[in-house]
């Protein structure tokens, strides 16, 4: 009995890998498409969408999750770069500002909920651009 369950559950954590797989060749496709990528709001450095799955995030630990030009995810974090600030002398708004993505590890499950996001929010824009050029 638990040998059948054991094999139902790698069954499917199979599944949910093979997903997470095709999701991500078609994300990166998506995002190869999407050229200039959007410029994240009030990032100065970075290029990326905001992907947010809302309460069927399961990890609190995770940050601000984005989806780069690379069609990669990543947690997205901003801050200030203090080693600029004492090598230049100076607090400039620009040279101070550190951001940072980090490539992240999720679970098959989130990461196929991660990935579905990314891609519909890319074919949003790659639809809005289509239409603002005049496309049908």
């Not at 638990?2 to 599944?15: G, M, N, T, V």
């Not at 190869?32 to 969408?49: C, D, G, H, S, V």
């Not at 990461?111 to 579905?116: C, H, K, M, P, R």
Request: glycine share 6%; proline share 6%.
């Amino acid at each position: 009995m638990a040998s059948e369950a054991l094999r139902r559950k790698a069954q499917a954590d199979a599944i949910l890998e093979r997903a997470a797989f095709q999701l991500a060749d078609l994300l990166r496709e998506a995002c190869a498409e999407l050229r200039p990528f959007p410029p994240f709001p009030n990032a100065l450095f970075t290029n990326a969408i905001e992907v947010d799955i809302g309460p069927l995030a399961d990890d609190p630990e995770l940050g601000c999750i984005v989806v780069a030009e690379d069609g990669e995810l990543y947690e997205l974090q901003m801050g200030i770069d203090h080693e600029s600030i004492e090598l230049t002398g100076s607090w400039d708004p620009v040279t101070a500002r550190k951001e940072t993505l980090k490539k992240v590890e999720l679970h098959p499950r989130d990461q196929v909920l991660y990935l579905y996001e990314a891609l519909r929010l890319v074919t949003e824009q790659l639809l809005e651009r289509e239409t603002a050029r005049g496309g049908a």
